[in-house]
């Protein structure tokens, strides 16, 4: 079960800009580290932003990752046909004592 | 070069049981949380369960809490997922996947390439 939520789908033409919401609560995202993975078709998670805005070594720089209160958000600039994939949000949830994830954003490159 | 790969996925009747085992390598293993998450086809991440590094602490999603049980060996730097009580919605592909510190909490930073389970009659 997602408890925080994307929006399905974004999309944007080569070099544009576009940005995934992720929203939660006070016992996930809004106390918590939020992380973003990339899922390409058909092959397994790769962690794309840690502790909220850090990039492991090998992210492009187009990808940047922000939080604010209960909501976090990732941006995508300057798009490429090779960012077409599924995007993800996840948090620790005090709560619930676990993970929990986005319920991921399909990125089309038209 | 860090590696998890995982093992152990295959066809199971419901109600049955399966293993699921992960070999990492790469890292200082017992110094970092390890995690399970699965997938259905088509559908998005849920995370299963993680363990820290010392396997004094582990958590479970309510969904497999009571069901499945997992447990690590830092002698031969394995974790692995002992899944009773199957049933078909279990279906999926399962990930081992490193946690960034020894905290648990901490998110993932390496993930296996995936076991497809099965859970049909």
């Known amino acids: 079960q997602s408890v925080l939520t994307q929006p399905p789908s974004a999309s944007g033409t080569p070099g544009q800009g576009v940005p995934i919401s992720c929203s939660g609560s006070?016992?996930?995202?809004?106390?918590?580290?939020v992380y973003w993975y990339q899922q390409l078709p058909g092959t397994a998670p790769k962690l794309l932003i840690y502790?909220?805005?850090q990039r492991p070594s090998g992210v492009p720089d187009r990808f940047s990752g922000s939080k604010s209160g209960t909501s976090a958000s990732l941006a995508i600039s300057g798009l490429r046909s090779e960012d077409e994939a599924d995007y993800y949000c996840a948090a620790w949830d005090d709560s619930l004592s676990g993970y929990v994830f986005g319920t991921g954003t399909k990125v089309t490159v038209l | 070069e860090v590696q998890v790969v995982e093992s152990g996925g295959g066809l199971v009747q419901p109600g049955g049981s399966l293993r699921l085992s992960c070999a990492a390598s790469?890292?200082?293993?017992?110094?970092?949380?390890m995690s399970w998450v699965r997938q259905a086809a088509g559908k998005g991440l849920e995370w299963v369960s993680v363990?820290?590094?010392?396997?004094?602490?582990?958590f479970y999603a309510d969904s497999v809490k009571g069901r499945f049980t997992i447990s690590r060996d830092n002698s031969k730097n394995t974790v692995s997922l002992l899944m009773n009580s199957l049933r078909a919605e279990d279906t999926a592909v399962y990930y081992c996947?490193?946690?960034?510190?020894?905290?648990?909490?901490?998110?993932?930073?390496?993930w296996g390439q995936g076991s497809l389970v099965t859970v049909s009659s």
């Open positions: 363990i820290s590094g010392t396997a004094g602490n582990t």
């Open positions: 790469g890292f200082t293993f017992s110094s970092y949380a």
């Open positions: 502790k909220n805005n």
């Open positions: 996947a490193k946690i960034l510190s020894s905290d648990w909490y901490a998110g993932f930073d390496y």
């Open positions: 006070s016992s996930n995202i809004e106390n918590n580290y």
